[in-house]
């Protein structure tokens, strides 16, 4: 089985998740349930789905075993944000999917409809240990820039796994720029948004007589807020001033169903308590430390500490804001939330914390309930690694999703195998060797 | 001997003034020579006072490739005094035990726009691109440093002794870059770095021709990049053949002051390059057009001294070990632009592998806090393409060779005796994700320790705002 399934890996093509049960022995198994390592762990999945996880799990008769030992298995790490799928190359713009300012809709806007699983983005994070993905809109032509999805990054199953799983939503400075020019203009289109997105909602026919005709809202975007309005759909604000993160908390008291989370947040760590109190999620970057504009001016490396210490669910996204930033590079960023609890005065987190700000927390938040930690009848979605997961220096060595062995080739380890030996032969480097 | 130096109308007027004074029979006074000056802006860096200082138990990456464990350094006068498995200990000496510690040489970023484009990034600190022209050798990077970016003490907190200051890449030619210390002052020449050249910023590619094509002009295309570059160069050929000539007139005697020619501070840029005293740092993605870079060089008599991004040198790292030309490289940036479509991870470990000179750069504020981490990820994409590198040679990436690249490798870059002590205490293995810089010197003064908020810069800039004090 082992070979055979070697074999498939090289040839790029996933592995459907097998008759038999597989068992991955020997490993030491991180659950992202709290800090529980497992050293020595068996890890069986069947199905597609965990059946037994443990230090002492007998291997089912006649399932595939793995070799793990000297590895570390984990879940696959979840991009709570990303442009995975609707972006391909970020200075060529007919390849971006992510924004829209020239439509004339704007909460309506369904990302999941640009959704791409043949993106070569994709398959460079999948062999990173990527396994899914929130897929979010990037700015619109109102403060709601649309409806995200969440995609399973595995070959083989369907990769829009849930379809208008949020709205996104700007405030702060870009959504003050958006709204008009100023924070009240766009509290104020929020405030008009949602009012008519009620009135249509409580009386859809009168809407249809033309009762609302001097709505500022298209009908569409209207509709696509009713799921906001009701809790149906999280909404995902991006605010990084404690102030606009404040005001974003008193969202509840006039919405009381609504379900905001929040991303960017580098000045969280001034209302760390209250956001907790709120109950509302925090999607940030570990390494936001600048004072990138007037509204981050607090940034600081201790944020995620702060936020985790105050009782806030954290997750730690690839966000924008710090150069080259991929999901490729999360366990890194989760890395470096724990080394600064090492530094004098730092505040950061537990490695356990910091896998699942990568792993359990996002799965949460994203509303996956059945991903993001290792134990039964949670989804086989696991990568072992070739050392400390959090770490640069090391490199999964097989993902599976949904069960299913995934590919370990990209494009960029094509052109490295075409590019490894310069020498001059025969014929150009452009033909097969 | 020309001993007196006078600045005349901008201009350094070697002369012997004083001749008239001496005895007869003297030899004829030597002419007056006009000389365009080489730095006429110069460092007013001084070295903040340091205290002997031995490091004891820690394992050393020299920077030169070199690994000691359990080893032995002293800080003495600014400078390395003294590396080894054992070395001198003069009383009164501050004494660090740093077993199961590691001590490398400082970390050095030769592409950096600290200043330039400070924090917090608003228009007004826009000052990289003097998107003007597609040539503006005139204009130099120092000029729009702002010394209290909030950068710089990230920087230094990152492990990082030197940084290289460079333009923006709208331009073909960019201006002169600049080589910093991250020592926060007053002006910018208290942060520079004494003696070290000045560069010159050039780019190919998208940049450009996207820039002035956007507005209808030359250059739009990269055929017109190449054309509007070749015809400067020819232009600076010919600028200098002029003073070469005025200058062999003067020395002679049969030219006059006023016989010098007009200085154009554009083309006295392009002359330091031709002379080979100001180093060429190319911005440039793609293969091809680095082989166009190097014929253009070869064409009109001037060296690159490093292609930076160089997102595509895998491809052509034979080509560049053979010139002798390095690359500055992200770890992992690719795909953002199509010119960076076809970047891999294993580029840094493919250069390094074929014998080609390998650097480390940021081009990112945030990037210059953790170069160490962005040379770890490259170690391990090598690995897994079976080109195991050991940690030490990989820190020549971030030390010795970005010295090099900047022409300051013969002072500082590395750990040997009499080089500038320019050092990193680190608090594990500095590849590992979990390692922070504890202690940074600078010409062997403590500018930063992470356990003493009064060896902690703020930049007036925080001073007041909210977050000042948080360990960032």
Sequence with gaps: ?433 | MRAVLLGVAGLVLAASAFAKDKPKGAPPPPPEVVRPPKDPWPSQYKPYPGQVTVIRGATIYDGAGGRLDNAMVRLEGGKVAEIGASVAVPAGARIIEAAGKYVTAGIIDIHSHLGVYASPGVEAHSDGNEATSPARPEAWAEHSVWPQDPGFSRALAGGVTALHVLPGSANLFGGRGVTLKPVYGRSVQEMKFPGAPYSLKMACGENPKRVYGGRNQLPATRMGNIAFARQLWSDAVIYKRRWDDYTRRAEAGTAKPTDAPRRELALDTLMGVLDGEILVQNHCYRADEMTNVISMAREFGYKVTAFHHAVESYKIADMLKAEGICSAMWADWYGFKMESFDGIRENIALVNAAGACAIVHSDDENGIQRLNQEAAKAMAAGRRLGLPIAPELAWTWLSLNPAKGLGIGDRTGSLEAGKAADVVLWSAEPFSVYARPMQVWIDGALMYDWGDPKRRPTADFELGLPGVGEVK
């Design chain 1, 1 to 433: 089985m082992k070979r055979l399934l070697a074999a498939m890996l090289l040839a790029g093509a996933a592995v459907p998740a097998a008759a038999a049960p597989t068992a991955i022995i020997g490993a030491t198994i991180l659950t992202a349930r709290g800090e529980t390592v497992i050293v020595g762990g068996t890890l069986v999945f069947d199905n597609g789905r965990i059946i037994a996880v443990g230090s002492q799990v007998p291997v089912p008769a006649g399932a595939a075993v793995i070799d793990g030992k000297g590895r570390i298995l984990t879940p696959g790490i979840i991009a709570a944000a990303s442009d995975l799928g609707i972006a391909e190359v970020t200075g060529v713009r007919e390849t971006n999917d992510d924004s829209a300012r020239q439509s004339a809709f704007s909460a309506a806007l369904d990302l999941s409809t640009a959704v791409n699983p043949r993106s070569l983005h994709i398959a460079i994070s999948r062999m990173a240990g990527v396994t899914r993905a929130a897929v979010l809109p990037d700015g619109g032509s109102s403060i709601f820039a649309g409806q995200g999805a969440v995609i399973s990054l595995g070959v083989g199953g369907p990769t829009v796994v849930r379809a208008r799983a949020m709205q996104y939503m700007e405030m702060g400075e870009t959504g003050a720029r958006i709204a008009g020019g100023s924070r009240p203009a766009a509290w104020a289109q929020l405030a008009n948004m949602l009012a008519e997105a009620q009135r249509l909602a409580a009386n859809p026919a009168g809407f249809a007589r033309g009762q609302d005709s001097g709505a500022l809202a298209k009908r569409l975007d209207m509709e696509a807020l009713a799921h906001v309005l009701d809790g149906r759909q999280a909404l995902f604000i991006h605010a990084d001033r404690a102030s606009d993160i404040s005001e974003v908390l008193r969202l509840k008291a006039r919405y009381p169903a609504i379900r905001p989370v929040l991303l960017g947040a580098r000045e969280a760590w001034l209302v760390a308590g209250d956001i907790a109190r709120a109950g509302v999620p925090v999607i940030t970057h570990s390494l936001y430390d600048l004072p990138d504009d007037f509204e981050s001016l607090a940034s600081t490396r201790n944020n995620i500490g702060h936020l985790q210490a105050a009782g806030v669910i954290v997750a730690i996204g690839p966000l924008g804001g710090v150069g080259g930033t991929t999901p490729v590079n999360l366990p890194g960023y989760a890395g470096n939330a724990v080394a600064q609890a090492s530094v004098p005065g730092g505040k950061g987190l537990t490695r356990g914390q910091a896998l699942a700000a990568i792993t359990a927390n996002p799965a949460r938040i994203l509303g996956l309930a059945d991903t993001g930690t290792l134990e039964v009848g949670k989804r086989a979605d696991l990568v072992l690694w070739d050392g400390d997961p959090l770490e640069l220096t090391s490199i999964p060595v097989a993902v599976w999703i949904d069960g299913a062995a995934q590919p370990m080739t990209s494009r960029q380890t094509e052109l490295a195998n075409r590019y490894k030996a310069l020498g001059r032969t025969d014929l150009p480097l452009q033909y097969p060797r």
